[in-house]
């Protein structure tokens, strides 16, 4: 139980709370801007969301699939859950389904991945994988 709520429960947690914030009709409608700050949050909440879903993914031991390219799955599972958020949005008051609200999410999942790649694997243990691990300690 330790286990998942060390690796797995923040990356399940933020997905609800990303679907729940989504979930409320908007103050205001906005007409759709490409560069906004709207934009910047969602940037920052979906590279949060890859993330959380790369040190999940990472740490999987039941399906060894995902954790042998867990970069890849993580932009998979996240561009299709940003995706999924939009075509929800389409269905709440003063919310729309926006490809240009997509392409910010997933720069956000993109630019995520490349911190984990190029700098984070190389500093934490929690953006290892055991097998990483095991090589760096001999």
């Known amino acids: 139980m330790k286990y998942f709520l060390k690796y ?30 709207d934009k910047l949050i969602h940037i920052l909440v979906f590279g949060l969301l890859a993330l959380l879903c ?5 740490h999987l031991r039941s399906v060894k699939v995902f954790s042998l390219k867990p ?3 993580t932009i998979i599972f996240c561009s ?8 929800h949005q389409s269905f709440v008051i003063n919310r729309s389904s926006e ?3 997509w392409l910010a999410d997933f720069t956000g999942i993109i630019l995520a991945c ?12 929690l953006f290892r994988p055991l097998s990483l691990k095991h090589q760096l300690t001999v």
Do not use: C, G, N
Not at 19 to 32: D, G, L, T, V
Not at 54 to 58: E, N
């Open 54 to 58: 790369y040190i999940s993914l990472v």
């Open 71 to 73: 970069l890849l799955w």
């Open 8 to 37: 797995h429960f923040p990356f399940l947690f933020w997905m609800l709370i990303i679907f729940i914030q989504s979930s409320f009709p908007a103050p205001e409608f906005f007409p759709p801007v490409l560069l906004s700050a």
């Open 99 to 101: 490809f240009a609200d």
């Open 80 to 87: 299709f859950y940003a995706a999924t958020d939009e075509f």
């Open 114 to 125: 490349i911190l984990i790649r190029y700098f984070l694997i190389k500093r934490f243990d």
